[in-house]
């Protein structure tokens, strides 16, 4: 029974370590949003700065777990290449290394309880006041907690007599057996809480109890390095060729790794002995560790980084490019909220992304409306407007079914991420989202009635006269143009610039509009085809329609850092 009691205990202070964990996560995510959104931008430079930007967004959130499942999902779609992929998770791994330092060096030369509670205590009352910094209350109760956790844990070890503590000291005694018996335990953890940084937790507190060696503790720190990429493979499931070579990059990064460190062991060690002060042993030790840790994963980045190119290769050599369906088939958004790994701030980000894809699924639903109307502006034989309407039809019939399922899962997506706790401007964000969603889905929907019509004036035989397509083909234009507008504020929502042409375009499309519809009123009270001339204006009025969605398109992205 005493065992039973020990063991729950053990595994409440890991809960309670791992909430702390998680809520001071969120605590420094809503504080540090929108700078943390704008830092992952750096992804899509140079090799340095998307390790820089993996170590500086793990060491923020806390979890190389994260960091690299968010990689492999913005690779899936599209919005990383592999080799940007590999930078970021030689990044992570090195980002990961800082909760080791923060326990070392905190958690047990000081008395933890003596300001854990209050720590809790203090950001529990941050919490509940009503002011802008309720995250700077998060971060501290996530602290309190997470200190709180580990002192639980460091207390609840359980004690050995000298005799048990012999028979443990020989089990380390058969040497290289021993170290791979150590990797496959710290991997073993790893892959059952989904945590390296509490695992690294769990074993510096072994370390500085005395119930493994400083040898043990190393293998151990290193399997751990192993059992992290469990995470980034399991995210790789059913997904893309790249993001299953993404996945494979963090798994290949991590065991190579971890290979080249057992065979220099022992070198690996007397390194982390030169540059750390002290003996190995309490207290020291735990300095060690992390110190070890930081170096394993510095020196493995520096060594695979100049090969960035011959690794990613080495990568696409292994899983062979699959002939990827040409059809759009049905668009699904992996979410699983509540999770360790869950990071909010961060899967707003990938929501933008996504919706980012969403708007260039659009433009090239207008791209090809265009193209329909300039094959019209030019005299052509009959079965030809007619095989080109119903390519046309069908097409953006297979588009529009899937921006609407893209509308579905990035709503419910966003909707989900509201339940996390989010900063003020995550939460504003997260509005302006919802709304370019709606709006983006809406100008699919009248793409495709254009296309239709389109189709009807064909099958129908109502001609448009070629001044009126001439017209249609120069109002088109303008309408294209906002659209590339709209993709280019993506980029820079706060250029002025852009928002003064915005106004300006909306303006000159509407008047243009106006124009075109006196014109099929002339040409009806000049005795045409009343058919042909309501179908014109009611091209004409589709064509403005998505005018008017990039124009809300466009207000809503000048508002969004507002």
């Given at each position: 029974m005493q065992?039973?009691?020990?063991l ?5 202070s890991?809960?309670?370590?791992l909430?702390g964990?998680?809520v ?8 540090a949003?929108?700078?943390l959104q704008r830092a992952l931008a ?7 700065t998307?390790?820089?930007?993996g170590f500086a967004v793990?060491a923020?959130i806390q979890s ?9 999902s913005f690779?899936?779609a ?8 590999i930078?970021v998770?030689?990044?992570a791994?090195?980002?990961t290394t ?6 070392s ?7 933890i309880?003596a300001f854990?509670?209050?720590a809790?205590?203090a ?14 209350g998060?971060?501290l ?6 200190f ?7 207390k609840s070890m359980p004690k ?8 443990i000291a020989?089990?380390?005694?058969y040497?290289?057996l ?5 990797v496959g335990v710290g991997m ?5 809480i989904?945590s390296s940084?509490a695992?690294t937790?769990i074993?510096?507190?072994m370390?500085?109890?005395?119930l ?6 190393a293998g151990?720190?290193l399997?751990?390095?192993i059992?992290?990429?469990i995470?980034?493979a ?5 997904t893309k060729?790249?993001?299953?070579r993404?996945?494979l990059?963090?798994v290949?990064f991590?065991v190579?790794?971890?290979?080249w460190?057992?065979?220099f062991?022992?070198p690996?060690l007397a390194?982390?002995d030169l540059v750390t002060?002290?003996?190995?042993a309490?207290?020291?030790l735990?300095v060690?560790?992390a110190?070890?840790?930081t170096?394993?994963?510095?020196i493995n980045?520096?060594v695979f ?5 011959p ?9 062979k ?5 040409k059809?759009l ?5 992996e ?8 990071t909010?701030e961060?899967?707003i980000?990938r929501?933008?992304k996504e919706i980012?894809n969403?708007?260039?699924l659009?433009?090239s639903m ?7 109307l300039?094959t019209f502006h030019i ?7 007619e095989?080109?309407v119903d390519t046309?039809?069908?097409d953006?019939a ?5 921006a609407d399922?893209?509308?579905?899962e990035l709503?419910?997506?966003?909707i989900?991420?509201t ?5 003020h ?19 699919t929907?009248?793409?495709?009635g254009a296309?239709?019509?389109l189709?009807r ?12 397509t001439?017209?249609?083909t120069?109002?088109s234009?303008m309408?294209?143009?906002f659209?590339n507008?709209v993709?280019?504020?993506w ?9 003064r042409?915005?106004?300006e375009?909306?303006?000159q499309?509407n ?11 002339k040409?009806i ?8 001339e309501?179908?014109f204006?009611?091209l004409?009025?589709r ?10 398109i466009s207000s809503a992205?000048?508002m969004?850092?507002?």
């Amino acid at each position: 029974m005493q065992y039973i009691s020990m063991l729950f205990t053990i595994i409440g202070s890991l809960g309670l370590f791992l909430y702390g964990m998680k809520v001071m996560s969120d605590g420094i995510q809503q504080s540090a949003g929108e700078r943390l959104q704008r830092a992952l931008a750096f992804m899509t430079g140079t090799r340095v700065t998307g390790v820089l930007t993996g170590f500086a967004v793990t060491a923020v959130i806390q979890s190389s777990s994260a960091t690299t499942v968010m990689v492999v999902s913005f690779v899936n779609a599209g919005l990383l290449t592999l080799k940007q992929a590999i930078g970021v998770i030689m990044g992570a791994n090195v980002g990961t290394t800082v909760t080791a330092w923060i326990v070392s060096l905190v958690g047990f030369s000081f008395n933890i309880s003596a300001f854990a509670l209050p720590a809790v205590g203090a950001g529990f009352i941050m919490t509940m006041l009503k002011w802008k910094r309720k995250d700077l209350g998060t971060v501290l109760l996530g602290f309190g907690l997470l200190f709180m956790g580990l002192d639980f844990l460091t207390k609840s070890m359980p004690k050995f007599s000298v005799e048990q503590l012999e028979i443990i000291a020989s089990v380390a005694n058969y040497g290289f057996l021993s170290l791979l018996l150590a990797v496959g335990v710290g991997m073993s953890i790893t892959l059952l809480i989904h945590s390296s940084s509490a695992a690294t937790a769990i074993i510096i507190t072994m370390g500085f109890q005395g119930l493994i060696s400083y040898d043990v503790a190393a293998g151990m720190i290193l399997g751990a390095n192993i059992g992290t990429t469990i995470d980034a493979a399991l995210a790789a499931i059913g997904t893309k060729t790249a993001a299953k070579r993404a996945a494979l990059v963090h798994v290949l990064f991590n065991v190579l790794g971890t290979v080249w460190a057992l065979v220099f062991f022992h070198p690996l060690l007397a390194l982390v002995d030169l540059v750390t002060p002290g003996v190995p042993a309490g207290a020291a030790l735990t300095v060690h560790l992390a110190m070890l840790h930081t170096i394993f994963n510095l020196i493995n980045a520096l060594v695979f980084l100049p090969f960035v190119d011959p690794f990613a290769l080495f990568v696409s050599l292994i899983i062979k490019e699959k002939n990827e369906p040409k059809e759009l088939g049905h668009y699904k958004l992996e979410y699983k909220s509540g999770s360790i790994q869950d990071t909010p701030e961060l899967n707003i980000l990938r929501a933008e992304k996504e919706i980012r894809n969403m708007a260039a699924l659009s433009a090239s639903m207008y791209a090809k409306i265009r193209d329909a109307l300039r094959t019209f502006h030019i005299d052509v034989q009959e079965a030809n407007k007619e095989q080109v309407v119903d390519t046309l039809v069908k097409d953006l019939a297979e588009r529009e079914r899937y921006a609407d399922e893209m509308r579905e899962e990035l709503t419910h997506f966003l909707i989900e991420c509201t339940r996390q706790q989010l900063s003020h401007y995550s939460e504003k964000k997260v509005s302006v989202l919802l709304g370019i969603t709606a709006s983006l889905e809406e100008l699919t929907d009248d793409c495709y009635g254009a296309s239709l019509l389109l189709e009807r004036s064909v099958k129908k035989d109502l001609v448009f006269k070629r001044k009126e397509t001439e017209a249609l083909t120069e109002y088109s234009g303008m309408v294209e143009q906002f659209l590339n507008l709209v993709e280019a504020q993506w980029g820079d929502p706060d250029d002025e610039e852009k928002r003064r042409e915005s106004e300006e375009l909306e303006s000159q499309i509407n008047k243009m509009q106006s124009k075109l519809r006196k014109l099929g009123r002339k040409r009806i009270e000049a005795g045409e085809n009343v058919k042909t001339e309501l179908l014109f204006i009611d091209l004409a009025r589709r064509i403005e329609k998505v005018g008017d969605y990039c124009y809300s398109i466009s207000s809503a992205l000048s508002m969004m850092n507002k």
